[in-house]
């Protein structure tokens, strides 16, 4: 190490790039605003973890995409790779919810009033998270319809194959004999479809070793789908333990609105092809 390395630089604040400039640190703290007045302590950290989970969310969209690009090139390992990053992304996003209980039910009361009629169930980049991952429900988009571009981001997203998709064509490009319709109405309406399908997805979960490559990419597709999960069972929690069974802000039933999506589950038929392996 030379001897100037724990010395302030002699070019620092003369037009070199700086750390504060690459990461706009200046304009990202000023866009922590409190509505509460006068200014609740709490408030702060609301907005910090919210503002802090649509970045994460922002990264996971970026790294989905890339794991989709890479699954039609048939890169299964450096598609798992992106997917691992994800799922270690929201293992930190289940943690995080947490610190919100630091915040006593009394102390949000105070300033709660003042975020409706704004809502999480709005975030528009949770919900692409969503419909990225094949979780779609056009319903999204309708309660969009006041908000064109929002609208119009999920609207693509909708359209556009989903990661569950894209694994499926994926496997197909690679012989496996995948039903040509894997749409969630074929699948549970149809039995010889839904058979046709586990059976494939059986050759990857019977003969692990033989399939390493795609056993370890589908695994992380159930990891995925699991920290989802967990991020669901855990949001249900924090919201309990703040505000009990109070209406959300944006209009929900809170709490038990929570409850009911915490079944959803993005590859289904990736946990059911265990029942279907030979002892």
Do not use: C
Request: glycine fraction near 4%.
């Amino acid at each position: 190490m030379s001897s100037t390395d724990d010395q302030p630089s002699s070019q620092y604040g003369q037009g070199r790039l700086t750390y504060n400039d690459y990461l706009k640190v200046p304009e990202l703290l000023s866009l922590q605003q409190l509505l509460s007045k006068p200014p609740h302590h709490d408030e702060m950290l609301f907005i910090v973890i919210h503002q802090a989970y649509e970045l994460w969310f922002r990264l996971m969209l970026h790294e989905l995409e890339k794991s989709m690009r890479l699954m039609r090139a048939q890169q299964i390992l450096q598609a798992r790779h992106f997917i691992h990053r994800v799922v270690t992304i929201m293992r930190l996003l289940v943690q995080q919810i947490h610190i919100l209980e630091t915040m006593t039910a009394a102390d949000f009361l105070q300033f709660r009033h003042r975020l409706e009629p704004a809502s999480g169930f709005q975030s528009l980049q949770f919900r692409e998270i969503e419909f990225v991952v094949g979780l779609k429900d056009e319903r999204y988009i309708e309660n969009l319809a006041h908000r064109e571009s929002e609208a119009a981001a999920l609207r693509r997203r909708y359209e556009e194959p989903s990661l569950r998709e894209t694994y499926y064509e994926m496997l197909r490009a690679l012989s496996f004999d995948i039903p040509s319709d894997t749409s969630t109405t074929a699948l549970e309406q149809d039995e010889q479809t839904r058979a046709q399908l586990l059976n494939a997805l059986k050759q990857i979960y019977q003969d692990p070793i033989k399939q390493a490559s795609l056993y370890v990419l589908s695994e992380s597709l159930v990891d995925l789908d699991q920290q989802l999960s967990l991020w669901r069972y855990h949001h249900v929690l924090v919201v309990e333990r703040i505000i009990g069974n109070k209406p959300g802000t944006g209009g929900s039933s809170g709490a038990s609105y929570l409850r009911t999506t915490m079944a959803k589950r993005a590859f289904p038929y990736l946990w059911q092809v265990r029942t279907w392996l030979d002892s």
